[in-house]
């Protein structure tokens, strides 16, 4: 096999994102032949995606060639890195330079400006759980959660849920009371494209970008 580090365009990963929306994580994992992430995860304001498994369904679309667990890495030198240089962030890639590091909750919260409907959901889940060090990320997408005498996060807290891995490895993300997501079990990216995509009231034919049919003019 050639190179695979030619992914160039965002709308077969928007795509992938989509396709993990509606077949839910485990669908989409099975379908690809991918086992769960344990690191990296692309973070969006839906939630936390495998992003292994996100590129390699990107790939497909943008190259029509599946790619199998063993054909390429999925850390700092694969997928999480080039999918990272398309724009997006990635958990456990970001460098600790310019990060905010805390050794409590409150003062983490604070400086990630978390919405008022979520702080007592979030407080609770801290509470359940044994937290030594909080922090955010230079792209200030998410809180960081490393447990007491850990090295590595094993939860983060977005605008909207929770995304945390179990002491057995599995992992759950919980939606707090604020959360985009909720218009209609629509999410944003099929909401933008469903905006961008309006008929002409006249033809029918999609309208181009600038709002004007091509046809009718």
């Not at 292994?52 to 497909?60: G, H, L, P, R, T």
């Not at 997928?79 to 724009?87: P, Q, R, T, Y």
């Not at 997006?88 to 330079?97: Q, V, W």
């Amino acid at each position: 096999m050639g190179s695979i580090a030619t992914l160039t365009g965002r709308q077969s990963v928007e795509d992938a994102l989509d396709e993990f929306d509606r077949l839910g994580r485990f669908g989409f994992l099975e379908k690809y032949g991918f086992g769960e992430a344990k690191e990296y995860f692309v973070v969006t304001e839906n939630g936390n995606y495998d992003s292994k498994a996100i590129f390699a369904a990107a790939y497909e679309r943008e190259h029509g060639e599946h790619l199998t667990n063993e054909d390429f890495s999925g850390g700092r030198t694969g997928a999480a890195k080039w999918l990272s240089e398309l724009g997006y962030t990635i958990t456990g890639l970001e460098s600790k330079i310019g990060r905010l590091t805390f050794d409590s909750f409150e003062p983490a919260m604070d400086a990630f400006r978390l919405s008022v409907e979520n702080i007592t959901a979030a407080r609770d889940f801290v509470a359940s759980k044994d937290f030594e060090t909080f922090y955010l990320p230079p792209s200030r997408t998410y809180i960081a959660m490393i447990p007491r005498g850990g090295e590595r996060p094993t939860a983060w807290i977005n605008k909207g849920y929770v995304w945390f891995r179990n002491d057995d490895g599995t992992q759950e993300g919980v939606a707090f009371p604020y959360n985009k997501l909720r218009d209609g079990g629509r999410n944003s990216r099929q909401r933008k494209r469903e905006e961008a995509e309006r008929p002409c009231p006249t033809c029918g034919m999609i309208l181009s970008v600038s709002g004007v049919c091509n046809i009718c003019g």
